[in-house]
């Protein structure tokens, strides 16, 4: 499973709390990951399957990619 979470200003200022993520092999869920998001665009990507290998490959994953601006 993996959760990454990042804010609209990490391409212009990528510092702490523009993005966060957690990845590996879980039972149950990924996260909590946490960014600062007041008055900006936030974006989500979400993927779980099998994993195999030492690499980021999922086969058969299930993959969620998000946007929501406030």
Do not use: E
């Not at 702490?16 to 665009?41: E, I, M, Q, T, W």
């Amino acid at each position: 499973m993996a959760i990454h979470l990042w804010n609209s200003r990490l391409t212009d200022d990528n510092v702490k709390n523009n993005k966060d993520s957690d990845s590996g092999r879980f039972k149950y869920y990924a996260g909590p990951v946490r960014v600062y998001g007041k008055n900006l665009c936030m974006y989500i990507n979400a993927l779980h399957g099998d994993h195999t290998g030492s690499d980021i490959s999922y086969n058969g994953r299930r993959q969620v990619l998000g946007v929501a601006c406030g």
